[in-house]
């Protein structure tokens, strides 16, 4: 048994952790970005396999003050690199900073300059920390190679594009944390979203939402502004019981040195074996745009679920149920970002509240709503309200229970 972290985006780790529990992995707690677990082998592979929320699971190695370099080097080569290297293998250094760090990292530098007598004045030295991604990520690989040249008597060489061992340094509020990243590319990368239209959700996002509002794939499912259909794919992906994690080649936890290979193939094969052959459901997109329907169908087929879900090139004003119901709305308008935008998306707003109010009574609406100005021109009362971030915007998912017509 070891120790993990699933990193996920605010607000979506209650969903991570029930995707936990479900595979059995122990010990769950959740805090803000994340959410600590342990494990097996086995059930760090189907993690790896079964996980749709989070975008990495790390295995936490070493936690320490990192206020400067040195205090960064001495720490990090304490660490028994030689447990997870050798010189035969490749090397990749990631490292993220947060708070007051990063924003001083994105800060531009300071020159020196003429003070007002015009003699020659040198800028004030930066405060001391560790301010930059890259340079950390460069100490922090001296200090492996380092290490493993004193313990085995050579280096192991990095190899940015296609690692064997990705190790992941984090850093906040003065201190880091050294993890091995068991995934390697995001999660969020399934594989099958070659194209896009503006604005898209990650798929880790998408699934994440479906999860929270506690649709179990048995009833029917409608994005009435589907766009290039990811909500609907990931409920496709639910509905059918497929494991995101099987169309991805690898994992890097593949070349840790504690890899099973009879215990992955077991894991894999169960898996594989959990699909079904047809959803249990009506799953459908419609979208007024005949080109993000078209990305739609595309994205759908590279899933593997073009068989089990529905798009259709239909406005919003159109828009009634795809089947009978009742049944479950979920769907994520355009935003606003954009100077005068907001004018022009009041109508669009309306017309949403005005159509689920008129067609979809006894129906559930989950609307992600990323102004909510706007989202109050719905007209209807939310009686849920979750907080999350599509990427850098605060959102609020919001929860309709649309009445019956008498």
Not at 5 to 13: D, Q
Not at 78 to 93: F, G, Q
Not at 178 to 183: E, F, G, P, Q, R
Not at 187 to 196: A, D, I, N, T
Request: proline letters at 6%; a positive charge; aromatic letters at 6%.
């Amino acid at each position: 048994m070891h120790e993990y972290f699933a990193v996920t985006a605010r607000g979506i780790e209650p969903a991570t952790a029930a995707e936990l529990a479900r595979i059995g992995a122990g010990n769950i707690r959740p805090v803000v970005g994340g959410v600590h677990f342990e494990a097996s082998l086995a059930t760090l592979y189907s993690a790896c396999l079964w996980l749709r929320t989070p975008s990495r699971i790390l295995r936490p190695l070493r936690e320490f003050a990192a206020q400067t370099a040195e205090m960064l080097y001495s720490q990090t080569r304490r660490v028994r690199w030689e447990d997870y290297l050798n010189p035969s293998k490749t090397l990749a250094v990631q490292a993220t900073i947060e708070g007051a760090a990063a924003r001083r990292e994105h800060a531009k530098p300071q020159a020196a300059g003429r003070g007002d007598r015009g003699r020659r004045v040198e800028r004030a030295a930066p405060q001391q920390g560790i301010h930059h991604s890259m340079f950390a990520a460069l100490k922090i690989k001296d200090a492996i190679v380092d290490r493993l040249r004193r313990e085995q008597g050579a280096r192991p060489n990095v190899d940015r594009d296609n690692p064997d061992v990705i190790v992941h340094a984090h850093f906040a509020e003065g201190r880091c944390s050294l993890s091995l990243d068991a995934v390697g590319s995001s999660l969020h990368e399934r594989g099958y979203r070659s194209q896009s239209v503006a604005a898209p959700l990650k798929e880790t996002l998408a699934a994440a939402i479906i999860e929270l509002i506690g649709w179990d794939g048995n009833t029917p499912f409608y994005d009435p502004m589907c766009g290039s259909g990811t909500l609907v794919i990931e409920a496709a992906l639910k509905a059918l019981r497929i494991a995101p994690g099987l169309s991805r080649d690898r994992f890097a936890c593949q070349r840790w040195p504690d890899y099973d290979g009879v215990v992955w193939q077991q894991v894999f094969e169960e898996a594989r074996k959990q699909k079904l052959s047809t959803a249990p459901c009506e799953i459908v997109g419609s979208d007024a745009e005949v080109a993000a329907i078209r990305t739609a169908e595309v994205h759908a087929q590279r899933a593997g679920v073009n068989r089990a879900v529905r798009f259709i090139v239909q406005p919003l004003e159109q828009a009634q149920p795809p089947c009978a119901g009742p049944g479950t709305i979920v769907t994520n308008p355009p935003y606003g970002e954009r100077l005068g935008d907001e004018a022009e998306l009041t109508a669009l707003y309306l017309r949403l509240g005005e159509v689920l109010s008129q067609r979809f009574g006894g129906w559930t609406a989950w609307v992600l709503a990323g102004n909510l100005t706007l989202a109050r021109h719905i007209g209807l009362s939310a009686t849920e309200k979750l907080k999350l971030f599509n990427g850098p915007i605060p959102c609020r998912l919001l929860k309709f229970g649309i009445p019956t017509a008498e």
